[in-house]
Each structure stands twice: as C-alpha cells, then as structure tokens.
C-alpha cells in the first residue's frame, strides 16, 4: 500500500521559531510536493521536488525553504514563524508517469502559530 | 495555465440519493488528465477517480463516476445512493504538462442528511 506519513498532526509553535514539517514516503516516488490549505483557497502549492537535493517553487514560497537529502524524504522549513502561516500543510508523492500519475497524499499537519 | 473551478462551496444530499459535484477546467493542451480527491474531517486527502482526455469512456469507481464533457470541459463527479460517509469536502484537480503538480480547485464540501 502506498505509505506517506507527515511527522507531526498537530503542532503549535511561536512566533519567530523555526519549524520543520518532515514527509516521509515508501513508494520509491520521485516527485514530492508541499501544499497548505486554508478555508475557502483550495490547496496551494509552496514547492516540489522532482529528485534527491532539486526543488522547483510553487505558487506561494514566500517564508518557506525544502530539503531533500534523501529520495524518501521532503522537508518544509519555516525559517521564522508568523501567524499567518498558522494553516494545514499536506505533503504528497508521486512516481514519474506524466498526465496520468496519481499524488499520494500524507495525513496532514495542522500547525499553529501564536 | 491551467485552472480549475468549483462553483459550489457547499451541498446537501439525502441519504441513498445520487449527487453531482461540479468542476470545471480551462487549458489551452489536448493531454491532460483529471482527478478528484475526498477529504474526510480527519484530513487527509483520498485519491477517488481519474479521467485521461483522450479516454473515451466516462471513468467509473464503484459509486463514484466521472461525467466527463469535453467540449464543456467539465469533469463533474456523480455519487451514486450517498452514504453518510460521503460528508466530507471533494476537491477536482488536474494536470495538463507530464509530470508537474497537480493544481487544485477550492473544493465543495458535501454533507449528506439522514
């Protein structure tokens, strides 16, 4: 079965902190993504990577940076928390197949910033 | 670029009766494919069916269907005699290049009443 857990479901952090959200997946994918979502916006996507230490930004990469050191693995860091980054953030994997292939997603984190 | 439309924030079924969710989709590509996704309260995010642009027939899932209008280009999912685990919100998405992220609609929460 495909397999991607996120470290963390909820977590609360202060303002001015560095978070990590770590995304691990055990399907051999190369492609792994990170989205947040809020209310009424659908999912957004901040960034993508398509293989080990490569990162592509999505659509909302302001105040997040990724790593991937490992093909398994994706991590989202907050360099400085605020509260309007307070939201869901979902991580997913895909293999390279083009049109067709499907994204896996992880259970989410729901993190909140005071 | 590619965008997808979700006209209703929100809709109400009986139980045991079939319900269409709307989606909607513009690119300017003849391959792309379109997916929809069910996100229960728990939050994570189920990969329910998929419709290939040049597939001729309308994608089918055990209750779930894909009424797909090409010329419309709408993708439209129907769920057949709802249960009360279908409550949950449904987000249609796709892709229209090979290998690059799904992008998402704002998603319809569907609440289905006893």
């Known amino acids: 079965d495909v397999k991607v857990t996120q470290s963390s479901r909820y977590l609360v952090k202060r303002t001015g902190e560095k978070v990590f959200l770590e995304c691990v997946q055990d399907m051999d994918h190369e492609n792994m993504f990170w989205y947040r979502q809020d209310p009424g916006l659908g999912l957004r996507l901040i960034y993508f990577?398509?293989?080990?230490?490569?990162?592509e930004k999505g659509d909302i990469p302001e105040g997040y940076s990724v790593s991937r050191e490992k093909k398994e693995r994706f991590s989202l860091i907050l360099e400085s928390a605020s509260t309007n980054q307070t939201s869901m953030y979902l991580c997913a994997s895909s293999s390279v197949a083009g049109v067709t292939d499907t994204q896996y997603f992880g259970p989410g984190t729901r993190l909140t910033v005071l | 670029a590619q965008k997808i439309t979700q006209t209703q924030p929100g809709m109400f079924v009986q139980e045991k009766e079939a319900v269409t969710l709307d989606c909607t989709y513009d690119t300017s590509d003849q391959s792309y494919g379109l997916f929809w996704y069910k996100q229960p309260s728990s939050g994570e995010m189920i990969f329910l069916i998929y419709?290939?642009?040049?597939?001729?027939q309308n994608a089918t899932e055990g209750r779930y269907s894909l009424n797909f209008q090409k010329a419309r280009k709408s993708a439209n999912l129907v769920i057949s005699a709802s249960q009360l685990g279908d409550s949950a919100m449904y987000f249609c998405?796709?892709?229209?290049?090979?290998?690059?992220?799904?992008?998402f609609g704002k998603g319809t929460r569907l609440s289905v009443i006893a």
């Open positions: 990577s398509y293989d080990v230490k490569m990162k």
């Open positions: 998405a796709m892709r229209d290049l090979g290998n690059t992220p799904l992008v």
């Open positions: 419709q290939g642009s040049y597939d001729e």
